[in-house]
């Protein structure tokens, strides 16, 4: 009965992955828009079109500000062009979140639409730091049910770039369904959460290993890939981090509390 119903699971969220990637119109970690390889000299003739573009995408996507303060061609090497690879400009942008500026990597191609020539975004990072949030207020969830109430979440798994075709309302659950079933190694283990605790804080736990065990549960019942490092210091090195200090400090302890191979 138990196989039946985990052989029942496993249609069902096939079922629910087919009509994510139907819907989200996404595949997720593989643009579907392929490059018309422009030559530097074509893509140069755009240059006064990258700001805007990349500006109004970013402002059409997700309603923020983004100031371009870096573009070159990618792909030039110093005795001309690589012709093996793909021409793109390669653009940072600045996006503002609250009192922070932070920069962000954007891929800018270009394809001809009804003769004429266009730049577009295919991909960016800034997708990724969208995901970071909602994977940490995810884990945050589970972390609140432990007996532990000072830490800090990080998830250290969202440094890549990421199709711009790829909506933003993907949940963190549809996320780890897909990462988990991609075919992709590499892919596949990219949820990985960093949990720093102060060590009174570890000292509150009579068995480390169990204080997860809801999400070990669900990630079991799902098969679904993921990676919890504990990371645990002592008090007053724990309020630096906590502050912002990007001073190195010796841990205390390194445990790999969450480690689920689906």
Same mark, same amino acid.
């Given at each position: 009965?138990?196989?039946?119903?985990?052989?029942?699971?496993?249609?069902?969220?096939?079922?629910?992955?087919?009509?994510?990637?139907?819907?989200?119109?996404?595949?997720?970690?593989?643009?579907?828009?392929?490059?018309?390889?422009?030559?530097?000299?074509?893509?140069?003739?755009?240059?006064?079109?990258?700001?805007?573009?990349?500006?109004?995408?970013?402002?059409?996507?997700?309603?923020?500000?983004?100031?371009?303060?870096?573009?070159?061609?990618?792909?030039?090497?110093?005795?001309?062009?690589?012709?093996?690879?793909?021409?793109?400009?390669?653009?940072?942008?600045?996006?503002?979140?609250?009192?922070?500026?932070?920069?962000?990597?954007?891929?800018?191609?270009?394809?001809?639409?009804?003769?004429?020539?266009?730049?577009?975004?295919?991909?960016?990072?800034?997708?990724?730091?969208?995901?970071?949030?909602?994977?940490?207020?995810?884990?945050?969830?589970?972390?609140?049910?432990?007996?532990?109430? !000072? =830490?800090?979440?990080?998830?250290? $798994?969202?440094?890549?770039? @990421?199709?711009?075709?790829?909506? #933003? /309302? %993907?949940? *963190?659950?549809?996320?780890?369904?897909?990462?988990?079933?991609?075919?992709?190694?590499?892919?596949?283990?990219?949820?990985?959460?960093?949990?720093?605790?102060?060590?009174?804080?570890?000292?509150?736990?009579?068995?480390?290993?169990?204080?997860?065990?809801?999400?070990?549960?669900?990630?079991?019942?799902?098969?679904?890939?993921?990676?919890?490092?504990?990371?645990?210091?002592?008090?007053? !090195? =724990?309020?630096?981090?906590?502050? $912002?200090?990007?001073?190195? @400090?010796?841990?205390?302890?390194? #445990? /790999? %509390?969450? *480690?689920?191979?689906?």
């Amino acid at each position: 009965m138990k196989h039946l119903r985990k052989l029942l699971s496993n249609i069902m969220m096939g079922v629910m992955l087919l009509g994510l990637f139907c819907f989200t119109g996404c595949s997720f970690f593989k643009s579907t828009n392929e490059s018309q390889g422009f030559s530097p000299i074509r893509l140069e003739k755009l240059e006064d079109t990258v700001d805007t573009v990349v500006e109004e995408y970013f402002m059409e996507k997700y309603g923020v500000e983004a100031t371009v303060t870096y573009k070159n061609v990618a792909g030039n090497v110093f005795l001309g062009p690589d012709p093996s690879s793909v021409q793109y400009y390669n653009v940072t942008v600045n996006i503002a979140d609250g009192d922070i500026d932070n920069e962000y990597n954007v891929e800018v191609h270009g394809r001809e639409t009804e003769g004429t020539d266009e730049l577009y975004v295919k991909c960016e990072s800034y997708y990724g730091q969208i995901i970071k949030r909602r994977m940490e207020e995810w884990l945050n969830d589970y972390v609140m049910q432990t007996v532990f109430t !000072d =830490y800090l979440i990080d998830f250290t $798994g969202a440094t890549q770039r @990421f199709p711009a075709e790829c909506k #933003i /309302e %993907l949940t *963190a659950e549809e996320i780890i369904s897909i990462t988990s079933n991609s075919e992709s190694a590499t892919v596949a283990s990219s949820i990985y959460f960093i949990l720093t605790l102060p060590k009174s804080e570890y000292e509150k736990s009579k068995d480390i290993s169990n204080e997860l065990e809801k999400l070990a549960f669900y990630l079991e019942e799902n098969d679904y890939t993921i990676t919890v490092k504990l990371y645990v210091y002592d008090d007053d !090195d =724990y309020k630096q981090i906590k502050a $912002g200090s990007n001073s190195h @400090f010796e841990l205390i302890e390194s #445990i /790999e %509390l969450i *480690a689920y191979k689906g």
